[in-house]
């Protein structure tokens, strides 16, 4: 990873590996499966191609998504996610579930405004499909307990 350390925190690490909205939307949409450079900015419109290419390079150099270029006139490139990039994948169901408990969107409006449900969301067939099938990547997590830092009462006169 060629992000620099921020302060050690494994929380402030996480969040510079995944950077924008986009990222998180770019492992949703491969979470089904590879998908073609203009398929994804089909499913993330209104994304540019510029961002998106930009994107998907980052996440490639990160290791979350691996490029597939199968060559040929026109030019075959797939993009799918590594191991790494599907251990974000639990993170994408707590933020689905946070969605709805917050009532910020239901998957119909996704279908309303897009004709289809995202590849991710449960309401959709491939969603379905992709849930049941998806192997488990969670360890067990031991609940840690934050170190404190020591108060500093004194006072400083300049």
């Excluded at 119909?108 to 309401?123: I, L, M, Q, T, V």
């Excluded at 360890?139 to 400083?156: A, C, Y």
Aim: hydrophobic share 35%; proline share 6%.
């Amino acid at each position: 990873m060629r992000r620099r350390k921020i302060d050690g925190c494994p929380i402030a690490g996480a969040l510079q590996l995944i950077g924008d909205k986009w990222t998180m939307l770019v492992v949703r949409d491969l979470s089904a499966g590879p998908k073609r450079t203009t398929e994804l900015l089909e499913d993330l419109h209104p994304i540019s191609s510029r961002t998106l290419m930009g994107r998907l390079r980052e996440m490639e150099q990160d290791n979350l998504l691996l490029r597939n270029n199968y060559g040929g006139l026109p030019r075959r490139v797939e993009y799918e996610l590594t191991e790494r990039g599907r251990r974000l994948i639990p993170l994408l169901e707590a933020l689905m579930k946070t969605g709805q408990a917050l009532e910020c969107n239901d998957c119909d409006d996704r279908k309303e405004s897009a004709g289809y449900y995202c590849d991710f969301c449960p309401e959709g067939d491939a969603g379905e499909r992709w849930i049941e099938e998806r192997p488990v990547i969670s360890e067990p997590i031991e609940p840690v307990e934050p170190i404190r830092r020591r108060q500093d009462d004194s006072i400083v006169l300049l």
